[in-house]
DNA sequence: GAAGATTGTCAATTTCCTTGACAAACATAT
DNA sequence: ATATGTTTGTCAAGGAAATTGACAATCTTC
């Protein structure tokens, strides 16, 4: 219908097949044979024996060991990834942490660390930060350098994906147009990918979490501040200049408070981390009876909130069932915009569970329109915490294998714009 | 990096690429040589050879007259469609009226013509109303029946794409689930696209109006009601199940004035046609001097209003401000999660012109995140009234055309899941 | 143990693109 | 006017990758 940018001729259909094979005996879970593919990709057995036999001679692909089978005949070889092919790390940078994953290429999590770190203090300091946990990590887990193959970075900001950098990010002083990617890559001498946290978390909930498989995705990072990560059809979606997803800054009521962005009634005004602490330290003002009086009034946390309210704190609970409405209206927006069939709620603040999450349900259902009201399911992150590292893995390991797939021989002279 | 759709052997490979350049030639204001095509699709002049050359077998594709050229060399031969291949009807389905225009294969407009029409008549009286107009126009503008190769309808609710039907579309009492496009299809035996008509001028302002060739693109349709037309990295957005873009239902204050949807603070209830008519009802029954004293109070519309504050009217000026400010908030929204390079504001209020586009604008760029706002250009529909019409004459080509080059010889044995 | 079913592989064939050469048709310089 | 250079489009030969159809391998069931 449209001009589509993949323009296969023959001597790019190989390649292509070839990174759909790989990318299908890495996200299916339980193994896939090559009959299985053969179908899955519309494709002969004879083609994908010989895309298969590739990828072992590579050594990027095992045969599993053999399982019990169902129905009769000659029993399928299962293909998974070579975990000995190499390792990845995946960094999340957030407002007020750092944390690592090392895994290998088969995404098992191998080691992992989380440290406090304020971004606020600008690039370098930071950068030097993530460099020393790098080299840290890799001692303490007695994985060697030599054996990562690629390294995944994710930022708290929207990104320009030519440049490698963050735009005008909200929360990042000083790292405006900074090249984050180019400075990790020459200083590692691997290849870097750099993506936006929320951005990550879907792509760590799509293949490993609780949207598993979904074409339709969106990933809400609830923390501090509030972004979404978009998975639409089948693919990430980043805009036209990276800096899709920013649902924070939506205006849910013009009149509203002023958010940290200069407008009126964002969405992270009401729901976000720092609008929760915020909300019960104007009750305790107030004077409304609460639990959370106990805590000096500057030092209350969202977490503070969280737990007063599992405590069975009435206050903790209702500041809690507002957020959530609030931003239930925002994700109601985003299910009439983008009909997905699946929304993920992670980050810090959806911790809290069902206080949280009922509350955004129910608005959902009220505030979207029936036809796409209908389809979506919304549930937490099944990674927890994790998810946006882990996405950062899912990135490094693709860079590196299919990297590795393309450079088996000299680069295709087709040019495809 | 993620399993793709498209999955290419050798066996397609053609198939695609002659899609691509019938797609090429189609959308490529001015002709395109073989040359051009083959640099555009990274695919070498004899390639292109043979395709271009099956095209113009097939009667689809024609040379160009010769035209005066800039560099020494052999002379482009420019292709075109040929129009004499065939001719399509586009059909918009609108509220209150029924649009129709009859187009060669080239999207040269033959004939044109709007009629009344309540769509809230439910499906039979209004499918036949619209059978009858097509044969009235046919009977008009001289134009056979034989040669009509396809029909392109749009209607201004969320559509289920495998159905063929609207799914609990909000103006359309009596129209859930009726199945639109297999009654038009059996009916006039031929092949019928149904689309969402802001989807559909989408698809007009890019092929043909003020969003040309651009690859994020989203259409707003400000009537009677509000929706948006998504055109995401190049394609047609429709969502998981076929409803996205509604926007019109997008909450802007949470605490606002019941919709007609139910909930409360929709934009539609600030921005639409009818949001503006009783914005000045109102204020007429609170006793504010306007021009619009003189039209009886209960029947005054939103063109009212605009030609009031056209005619310098300071109530009617103020309000359809205000609507404008209330429209940019949520088109706000979409720029902050979909970061597209334009926005066409279509539909009969987008008609107004600065009055109401000039708010937008400066609400959009107050309170969407300067990463995003800084790229996107707001503008009106460069083809008027006519955007969706012309939409749904664009997918009825598509449709003749793409089915026409894929039926020259036995569908391809290879299954594309 | 035989029959049936499913999986994976091999050789021959087909399809379509690329390569490299060449003719056609123009502008410009001599 | 002629020669040179440039761009465009076509042709035949060659190559890459998928398809086809047959067949061996390995299981379950009768």
Same mark, same amino acid.
């Given at each position: 219908?449209?001009?589509?940018?993949?323009?296969?001729?023959?001597?790019?259909?190989?390649?292509?097949?070839?990174?759909?094979?790989?990318?299908?005996?890495?996200?299916?879970?339980?193994?896939?044979?090559?009959?299985?593919?053969?179908?899955?990709?519309?494709?002969?057995?004879?083609?994908?024996?010989?895309?298969?036999?590739?990828?072992?001679?590579?050594?990027?692909?095992?045969?599993?060991?053999?399982?019990?089978?169902?129905?009769?005949?000659?029993?399928?070889?299962?293909?998974?990834?070579?975990?000995?092919?190499?390792?990845?790390?995946?960094?999340?940078?957030?407002?007020?942490?750092?944390?690592?994953?090392?895994?290998?290429? /088969?995404?098992?999590?191998?080691?992992?660390?989380?440290?406090?770190?304020?971004?606020?203090?600008?690039?370098?300091?930071?950068?030097?930060?993530?460099?020393?946990?790098?080299?840290?990590?890799?001692?303490?887990?007695?994985?060697?350098?030599?054996?990562?193959?690629?390294?995944?970075?994710?930022?708290?900001?929207?990104?320009?994906?030519?440049?490698?950098?963050?735009?005008?990010?909200?929360?990042?002083?000083?790292?405006?147009?900074?090249?984050?990617?180019?400075?990790?890559?020459?200083?590692?001498?691997?290849?870097?990918?750099?993506?936006?946290?929320?951005?990550?978390?879907?792509?760590?909930?799509?293949?490993?979490?609780?949207?598993?498989?979904?074409?339709?995705? /969106?990933?809400?990072?609830?923390?501090?501040?509030?972004?979404?990560?978009?998975?639409?059809?089948?693919?990430?979606?980043?805009?036209?200049?990276?800096?899709?997803?920013?649902?924070?800054?939506?205006?849910?009521?013009?009149?509203?408070?002023?958010?940290?962005?200069?407008?009126?009634?964002?969405?992270?005004?009401?729901?976000?981390?720092?609008?929760?602490?915020? /909300?019960?330290?104007?009750?305790?003002?107030?004077?409304?009876?609460?639990?959370?009086?106990?805590?000096?009034?500057?030092?209350?946390? /969202?977490?503070?909130?969280?737990?007063?309210?599992?405590?069975?704190?009435?206050?903790?609970?209702?500041?809690?069932?507002?957020?959530?409405?609030?931003?239930?209206?925002?994700?109601?927006?985003?299910?009439?915009?983008?009909?997905?069939?699946?929304?993920?709620?992670?980050?810090?603040?959806?911790?809290?569970?069902?206080?949280?999450?009922?509350?955004?349900?129910?608005?959902?259902?009220?505030?979207?329109?029936?036809?796409?009201?209908?389809?979506?399911?919304?549930?937490?992150?099944?990674?927890?915490?994790?998810?946006?590292?882990?996405?950062?893995?899912?990135?490094?390991?693709?860079?590196?294998?299919?990297?590795?797939?393309?450079?088996?021989?000299?680069?295709?002279?087709?040019?495809?714009?």
């Amino acid at each position: 219908m449209f001009p589509s940018l993949d323009f296969p001729s023959t001597a790019i259909v190989k390649s292509v097949n070839k990174h759909a094979v790989l990318d299908l005996i890495r996200f299916h879970g339980g193994g896939v044979s090559r009959v299985d593919a053969a179908q899955q990709l519309g494709i002969t057995r004879a083609a994908i024996s010989a895309i298969v036999n590739d990828l072992i001679a590579l050594g990027i692909v095992r045969e599993a060991p053999p399982r019990p089978l169902r129905n009769g005949g000659r029993p399928a070889r299962l293909l998974e990834i070579e975990p000995r092919y190499g390792n990845v790390i995946g960094i999340d940078l957030g407002a007020s942490h750092m944390s690592l994953l090392i895994a290998n290429v /088969a995404a098992e999590v191998l080691y992992e660390r989380e440290i406090p770190s304020d971004i606020t203090a600008g690039p370098q300091p930071i950068l030097d930060q993530m460099h020393h946990l790098v080299q840290e990590s890799l001692a303490q887990s007695g994985i060697s350098w030599e054996s990562i193959l690629a390294i995944g970075v994710g930022v708290p900001g929207p990104i320009d994906t030519a440049s490698g950098a963050v735009i005008s990010p909200p929360i990042m002083p000083g790292w405006d147009r900074y090249p984050i990617r180019e400075t990790l890559k020459t200083r590692w001498g691997r290849p870097v990918s750099l993506n936006n946290d929320a951005e990550l978390g879907a792509i760590g909930e799509w293949a490993f979490g609780a949207g598993r498989g979904e074409r339709f995705l /969106a990933y809400i990072k609830a923390g501090t501040g509030i972004g979404a990560g978009l998975l639409l059809d089948g693919k990430i979606y980043r805009g036209a200049t990276g800096s899709a997803g920013e649902i924070g800054h939506i205006t849910i009521d013009e009149n509203g408070p002023q958010c940290s962005c200069g407008n009126y009634g964002c969405v992270e005004a009401y729901a976000g981390g720092k609008a929760i602490a915020r /909300a019960a330290r104007e009750a305790i003002r107030k004077g409304i009876r609460t639990q959370l009086s106990s805590i000096p009034l500057e030092k209350i946390t /969202a977490q503070d909130v969280a737990e007063a309210a599992r405590r069975g704190d009435l206050l903790a609970q209702q500041i809690i069932a507002q957020a959530g409405e609030h931003l239930g209206i925002a994700i109601a927006g985003i299910v009439n915009l983008f009909n997905p069939t699946t929304i993920v709620i992670g980050g810090g603040v959806a911790q809290i569970g069902d206080l949280y999450l009922e509350p955004v349900r129910r608005t959902v259902q009220k505030r979207s329109l029936p036809a796409s009201a209908r389809m979506v399911r919304i549930t937490t992150a099944l990674l927890g915490r994790r998810s946006s590292a882990m996405g950062a893995v899912v990135q490094a390991i693709s860079l590196a294998l299919h990297q590795a797939i393309e450079h088996e021989r000299p680069a295709s002279h087709v040019q495809i714009v």
